[in-house]
């Protein structure tokens, strides 16, 4: 049996394997290697693929999912904070580039009409992409994330009215008013759903999904919640990418979200990819090389125009030059919503055929451009706007409003607690005794219920995914302590936290000797088996018994346990008035240099400016089994040494990976 979607399928995957792998060798996003390999393979490229309307629905897909995850790791009272953002950061961004593409449309001979469609166009960036970019690089959290998403969400919004508009442009006879109204009322009412859900529903029914402990039930809750929230939106005559970031927030506001976004990832990760790839095939090469001089003048104008107007407005809200700047950078390209509205333009007769073709090389360029214009933004914000004027713009803000709520402290130089039986509750009680700050992962959903209501920070999640490690900031924490009873699950656990970060104190508690050796193999620092502490237990109370003094005792169990695995010594227990001292914000750890060649390998301390470029510093050097102490400036740094260094954990990890 013939099926052309999954031959299709193949030469997808084959094609963006081949391209990506090559672009990440040269340290460049996988979104170029996407939109590289739909150029190839489009119909203009090498022609190879024939279902091109099955991959523009699974493309679909793909941004629906994106979407929902960036709901999930948003919630309603973040969503709130950014409210003037939205309103009024949405509505000049979007006003000002109607206005100003109109203005220069006009000069360049289109009618009054057709110059306000392309303001319409050109108003409209790309959600899909610029939120995989800011996700990727961590960047959604940060004020001008925040800003961009803000204004996204608004374009999101209003290309539904610009759709129901466009008729009246030109010409045609239409009651728009009333559809206009009709819409605003289904809006209300899937927005009320949506709070309804938000508060009531939905953390029930993930609640009684999580208790049942099966992974396949929790997946496909979730997808039916993002799918059916999704379509009830576009029966309203929104978008479905819009309906999928509500469904996002109303899970969002449970303890379940961090679960549910590491369950949707690989599926978002692979549709995603589709998305861009056939924004890719898009691409009439022939017209491009014919018109690239045209194109790409048209390209540097839409940069500037938009550029500036998504600076100005975020300016007007009062962030600092730099944000505003950032968020400009972000929002410079012409969105895949602009797709649809073209299609609308030229069944309206606003737009000619060989304008659309401008339209779409405009459109891919700049969606080709992003990842750059990102990988570039603070460089081109420092070289654009002078410290000078950054300076001056700062004391203006001073003195006016403080604009809109900061997140919340990012958790820092903390304790991460896999785990809540009785070994996990011990850790915490002893974190809290010692006011030391910590998170909890638990899977078992009425424990998490139940600690939360007593204010412990504990999550539901399971850490055997990277996502959940993420979200716990594993890459900050200073000791990480895994204590479940599944011995496959600790191992993923350790290797998965190994993959985020070097440096963290990874204690694992597990029951046999026997598993020792593997968990360190796989980067535990210390391995405390049940089954050996048990038999230390049992031995000491025999001795007692036959009347051995205690230090006697005590000196035999310390000697037993130095033999077998180092571990640390419980300390005399301390009278309740006097409290240890909070352990300084640095770590003292190894790093292997395995490069053999680059900014540091190769290159003495003083050259390779180790202290300044990294912010650590190197107290020791382990070469061929031999220690270099005190270690000097002029120390030159071989492939293969072992460093040992101090500072900051992530300027630890940016070293390691500096020299990987």
């Known amino acids: 049996m013939h099926l052309p979607l999954f031959q299709d399928i193949l030469i997808i995957l084959g094609f963006s394997v081949i391209v990506v792998f090559i672009l990440q060798r040269i340290h460049l996003p996988s979104i170029l290697g996407f939109l590289i390999t739909g150029i190839i393979i489009g119909p203009d490229g090498l022609s190879l693929i024939g ?9 679909e897909i793909g941004v629906i999912l994106l979407l929902f995850v960036i709901g999930l790791e948003l919630s309603l009272k973040q969503l709130a904070s950014i409210r003037k953002t939205i309103l009024v950061g949405g509505v000049l961004q979007v006003g000002l580039a109607i206005a100003v593409a109109a203005f220069i449309s006009r000069l360049l001979g289109f009618s009054w009409n ?8 050109v108003s409209l960036s790309s959600t899909a992409i610029v939120l995989k970019i800011l996700q990727d690089r961590n960047e959604i ?23 129901l508009v466009t008729p009246i442009l030109a010409g045609e006879a239409t009651n728009v008013g009333l559809a206009l109204l009709e ?13 309804v859900s938000a508060r009531y529903i939905v953390p ?3 609640h009684f999904i999580a208790r049942t402990r099966s992974k396949e039930l929790f997946l496909l809750t979730t997808l039916a919640l993002c799918f059916a929230v999704a379509f009830l939106t576009s029966q309203a005559g929104l978008s479905l990418a819009l309906g999928a970031f509500l469904a996002g927030l109303v899970i969002s506001e449970s303890e379940y979200s961090h679960q549910a976004t590491s369950t949707i990832l690989p599926f978002k990760e692979l549709f995603t990819s589709f998305f861009f790839i056939s924004i890719g095939m898009m691409l009439n090469i022939g017209f491009f090389l014919g018109n690239a001089g045209i194109v790409l003048l048209i390209v540097l104008i839409v940069f500037i125009i938009k550029g500036s107007v998504a600076t100005f407005a975020t300016a007007i809200l009062k962030h600092p030059p730099r944000v505003a700047l950032l968020t400009g950078l972000a929002l410079f390209q012409i969105g895949e919503f602009a797709f649809i509205l073209s299609k609308v333009g030229i069944e309206n007769g606003l737009l000619t055929p060989e304008m659309n073709q401008y339209f779409l090389s405009v459109s891919i360029v700049t969606m080709f451009l992003t990842p750059f214009v990102t990988m570039f933004s603070e460089q081109l914000s420092a070289v654009l706007i002078p410290p000078a004027i950054q300076r001056r713009w700062g004391m203006y803000l001073s003195n006016g409003s403080k604009g809109e709520k900061q997140e919340e402290p990012q958790l820092d130089n903390h304790l991460v607690i896999i785990g809540y039986g009785i070994n996990g509750r011990n850790v915490a009680k002893a974190a809290r005794y010692i006011d030391m700050p910590y998170v909890i992962l638990e899977l078992n959903s009425n424990t998490v219920r139940e600690e939360k209501a007593k204010g412990e920070p504990i999550l539901f999640g399971d850490a055997t995914h990277s996502h959940i490690l993420n979200s716990v ?38 029951r046999y000797v026997s598993e020792i050796n593997e968990l360190i193999a796989l980067g535990a620092d210390e391995v405390i088996p049940e089954e050996f502490e048990t038999s230390v237990i049992i031995f000491s109370r025999v001795l007692q018994n036959f009347l051995v003094p205690v230090d006697e005792i005590e000196t035999l169990v310390r000697s037993i346990r130095a ?9 005399p227990q301390l009278p309740r008035t006097i409290k240890p001292t909070r352990i300084p914000d640095f770590k003292v750890t190894s790093v292997r240099l395995e490069a053999d060649s680059g900014d540091v390998v190769g290159k003495s301390i003083a050259k390779a400016n180790i202290r300044n470029k990294y912010g650590i510093n190197i107290l020791a050097i382990s070469r061929k089994n031999e220690i270099i102490y005190p270690v000097y400036p002029n120390e030159k740094l071989h492939h293969n ?11 630890v990890e940016q070293f390691h990976q500096a020299v990987k």
């Open 563 to 571: 033999d077998n695995y180092k571990m640390f010594q419980s300390p």
């Open 51 to 59: 279902a091109g309307h099955e991959v523009d629905i699974i493309s």
């Open 141 to 163: 959290s940060a004020p001008h994330g925040r800003n961009a998403l803000g204004i996204l969400i608004f374009q999101d919004i209003i290309v539904i009215p610009m759709i």
């Open 204 to 206: 029930r029914l993930m």
């Open 183 to 195: 819409l605003l009322g289904k809006s209300a009412l899937i927005i009320l759903i949506t709070l």
């Open 473 to 510: 900031k594993v890459n900050k924490a200073r000791v990480v302590v895994v204590a479940i009873s599944d011995p496959t699950a600790t191992e993923y656990i350790v290797s998965n936290i190994r993959n985020i970060c070097q440096s963290v104190y990874v204690i694992v508690r597990t």
């Open 641 to 651: 040494d072992l460093v040992y260094v101090s500072g900051d954990p992530e300027n």
């Open 114 to 121: 057709e110059a306000v469609f392309t303001g319409f166009l």
